[in-house]
C-alpha cells in the first residue's frame, strides 16, 4: 500500500479532467509533479507541488497557480480519507489524512509482512555487475564498499520489481596475472625449499601466496623449476589465478556477497582455445564503420598512457559524446583492455540485458565515457550502461589511521576487518554515505553499543520490537501475537503523537523502496531505518516517564493490542529494511 503513489494517481486523474474541460492545456506531461511527505511534520501527511509544476499551462488557461491549488485542494477535502487540504504559499497543497488510512496502511504491513513495500515485478532484467577486483590477491577494504554497494542496489532493484543477475568480472588476461604467476613461482621456490630472499619489486609480496606456493610443489615437486618460463607460467598462471579466485568468493561470502556469473576476459580472448570475441567484437563494429584506421593527435597537458603515434585500430567513441576516438590494438598486437571491455559488455548484451549497472572504484571515473560509449554502440543505442562509482574507504581505529595488513603487508583486507567487526557492522556502515561521497569507517566505533553507532542503534530497535512481544505474552498468557491477531486489533486506539509519528514513516516505505530503486541509492533505505528507529526510541523513552504510553497496559487488554499490532509492524519494516541492507535484525541484543 502506497498512500503517496495512490494519491499522485489520485490527483493526475482530476488533472485530466481539468484539461479535457478546456481549463489546462493539452496534454500535460502528469509525471512531473511529486506527492511526498512535507518537510513539517506539523503540516500534515502528505504534501504535493502538482499547481506550481503547471504554472505556467495555469497562466496560459487564465489562471494563477494559487487558484489552480485552491481547485485542488477543494477536490481533495471532499474525499473520504482526507481530513483537511491546505493551499500554502504561492500554491503548494499540504493534506492531512484521516486517521483510517494510517491504520489501513498498519494492516497491509501486517498481512504482507516481508512483503510490504516490494514491488510488482516489472521491467526488463538488469545486470549489475560489482566488486571485479583482479585476482592477484585478498580483497582489501576498499573493495567491500562496492561489493556492500552492488550487493545492496541488487537487493533493493530486486525488491522493487526487477529482474536482476550479480555479475562478475574476472580481468584474468592482463599483466598483472603474468605478474601473479611469477610471485607465486617464487613462493613455489620457497616451498621446495630455496633461499629467496627479500620479494624483488614489481612482484606481489603478501604472504598469502605462500599455501599457493606448497599447493604448486605438493602437485608438481621439483618439475615446474626444470622448465623454461615459457611453459611453466601459463600453468602457474591458471593455478594461482584460481587459487586467487577461490580466496576472493570466500571473502565475499564472508561478506555475505554472492554472485550468479562470473565471467572471464581470458574467455573471451579465446586464449583457451574458445572463440575470440574480442576480435569478433572489433569486425563487427568495423564492418558498421564504427572502427577505423587512424591516429590520435598528442594528449594535450600530461602524457596519456594510451596514445601512441601510428596508425592504429581506433574505436570511433567520439560519435558517442566521448572526448576522443580510443585504440584498441596495441603495437605488441595484444588487446587494449578497452577492446575487451567493449567485448564484455556485448556479452552482456547478446545475453539480452538492456540495463546494465557497473560498480567501480572512484579512481575508474575517467573510463565512464568511453565504456558508454561503447554500450551505445554495441546495442545500436538499445542499451544503457550506468556507471556506479565508489569513493574510498579510510579505515580508522579510535580515530587513528589503520593502514598495514598482517597478511597482505601493504594494504588491510577485507576479510581481517570482517573478521573483527562483524558483518553487520561492515554492510550497515559500508551505506551510511552516498556510494560517491568518502567514507571514514572507525573500527571502534562501529561496535559500540550507543546510539552514536547506526548499526548498533537501528538493531536494537528491532530487538526492542520484539522484546515488547515477550512482554505482551507475560502480561496475558496465551496472547496471540501473531499478524493474523494484530490485524484484528482496534488500531483506531493509536491516538498519540508519537504513535501518531511511528505510522506515517511506516507508510512512507513503500515509497522510499521505489524511490532508492529508482536513484539506485540503497543508501536512503540505512537513512529511513535510522529514522523509524528514531520514533520508536524516542516513543519508548517516553513511556518511561508516562506509564499510560507503554506498548503493554495491564488495564486493558484492547489497547495493549492495538499497540503491540504497531511493534509488530515496526519489527516488520526493520526487518526488511535490514535484509535490502544485508544485515540481520536480531531478537533480542544485550
Known amino acids: 500500500m502506497n498512500i503517496f503513489v495512490d494519491f499522485q494517481r489520485r490527483i ?67 474525499q473520504d480519507d482526507v481530513d483537511q487540504a491546505e493551499v500554502a504559499g504561492p500554491g503548494f497543497i499540504n493534506i492531512r489524512l484521516r486517521p483510517q488510512v494510517f491504520e489501513g496502511v498498519l494492516r497491509s504491513v501486517l498481512s504482507e509482512g516481508p512483503a510490504f513495500g516490494a514491488g510488482a515485478p516489472a521491467g526488463e532484467p538488469v545486470n549489475v555487475e560489482y566488486v571485479s577486483a583482479n585476482p592477484t590477491g585478498p580483497m582489501h577494504v576498499g573493495h567491500a564498499r562496492g561489493a556492500v554497494f552492488g550487493d545492496a542496489l541488487a537487493n533493493l532493484l530486486s525488491f522493487a520489481g526487477r529482474k536482476v543477475t550479480r555479475e562478475y568480472y574476472i580481468n584474468d588476461a592482463g599483466a598483472q596475472v603474468d605478474v601473479l604467476a611469477r610471485s607465486a613461482f617464487l613462493r613455489y621456490r620457497e616451498a621446495l625449499g630455496e633461499a629467496i630472499g627479500e620479494i624483488p619489486d614489481g612482484l606481489y609480496p603478501g604472504d598469502y601466496l605462500v599455501p599457493v606456493g606448497a599447493a604448486l610443489a605438493k602437485e608438481f615437486g621439483a618439475a615446474l623449476k626444470e622448465k623454461p618460463e615459457a611453459e611453466w607460467l601459463p600453468i602457474v598462471r591458471r593455478k594461482s589465478t584460481d587459487a586467487m579466485m577461490a580466496m576472493i568468493r570466500d571473502d565475499l561470502a564472508a561478506l555475505n556477497v554472492r554472485h550468479d556469473v562470473f565471467s572471464s576476459e581470458r574467455a573471451l580472448t579465446g586464449a583457451d582455445g574458445g572463440p575470440d570475441r574480442v576480435r569478433e567484437t572489433i569486425d563487427d563494429l568495423k564492418a558498421r564503420g564504427i572502427v577505423y584506421l587512424g591516429r590520435l593527435p598528442p594528449p594535450k597537458g600530461a602524457p596519456v598512457e594510451d596514445w601512441e603515434d601510428r ?280
Open 311 to 590: 596508425e592504429q585500430t581506433l574505436f570511433r567513441s567520439t560519435d558517442f559524446g566521448d572526448d576522443v576516438d580510443r585504440p584498441l590494438i596495441k603495437s605488441d598486437g595484444g588487446y587494449t583492455y578497452f577492446a575487451a571491455d567493449i567485448a564484455y559488455h556485448k556479452d552482456k548484451v547478446d545475453r539480452g540485458f538492456r540495463t546494465l549497472i557497473d560498480v567501480w572504484g572512484a579512481d575508474h571515473g575517467g573510463y565512464v565515457k568511453r565504456m558508454q560509449a561503447a554500450v551505445a554502440a554495441v546495442s545500436g543505442g538499445k542499451a544503457t550502461l550506468d556507471v556506479r562509482l565508489c569513493q574510498l574507504v579510510r579505515l580508522m581505529r579510535a580515530g587513528e589511521p589503520v593502514k598495514m595488513s598482517k597478511r597482505a603487508g601493504d594494504f588491510v583486507t577485507l576479510r581481517e576487518v570482517v573478521d573483527e567487526v562483524g558483518v553487520d557492522a561492515v554492510r550497515f556502515m559500508m551505506l551510511t554515505r552516498r556510494n560517491d561521497a568518502p567514507l571514514d569507517f572507525d573500527l571502534a566505533k562501529v561496535i559500540e553499543q550507543s546510539q552514536d553507532n547506526p548499526v548498533f542503534y537501528v538493531q536494537y530497535a528491532h530487538a526492542r520490537g520484539r522484546s515488547v512481544l515477550r512482554q505482551a505474552r507475560a502480561a496475558f498468557p496465551g496472547f496471540d501475537a501473531s499478524p493474523a491477531a494484530m490485524a484484528a486489533a482496534d488500531l483506531a486506539l493509536l491516538t498519540d503523537e508519537g504513535e501518531r509519528a511511528i505510522l506515517r514513516l511506516i507508510a512512507q516505505y513503500p515509497r522510499v523502496v521505489e524511490q532508492a530503486a529508482a536513484a539506485r541509492e540503497p543508501h536512503r533505505i540505512a537513512f529511513f531505518l535510522h529514522d523509524l528507529a528514531t520514533a520508536l526510541h524516542a516513543h519508548w523513552n517516553r513511556g518511561k516517564d508516562m506509564p499510560h504510553l507503554r506498548f503493554v497496559n495491564e488495564t486493558s487488554r484492547d489497547l495493549t493490542n492495538a499497540r503491540i499490532a504497531l511493534a509488530l509492524s515496526v519489527t516488520i519494516v526493520l526487518s526488511s529494511g535490514l535484509a535490502l541492507l544485508g544485515v540481520s535484525a536480531p531478537e533480542e541484543m544485550r
Open 12 to 78: 493526475a486523474m482530476l488533472l485530466e479532467e481539468i484539461a479535457t474541460s478546456g481549463r489546462l492545456p493539452q496534454p500535460l506531461d502528469l509525471g512531473r509533479f511529486t506527492v511526498e511527505p512535507p518537510r513539517e511534520a506539523a503540516h500534515g501527511d502528505l504534501s504535493t507541488n502538482a499547481a506550481m509544476v503547471f504554472a505556467k499551462e495555469a497562466k496560459a488557461a487564465g489562471m494563477n497557480p494559487r487558484q489552480l491549488a485552491t481547485e485542488i485542494a477543494a477536490w481533495l477535502a471532499e
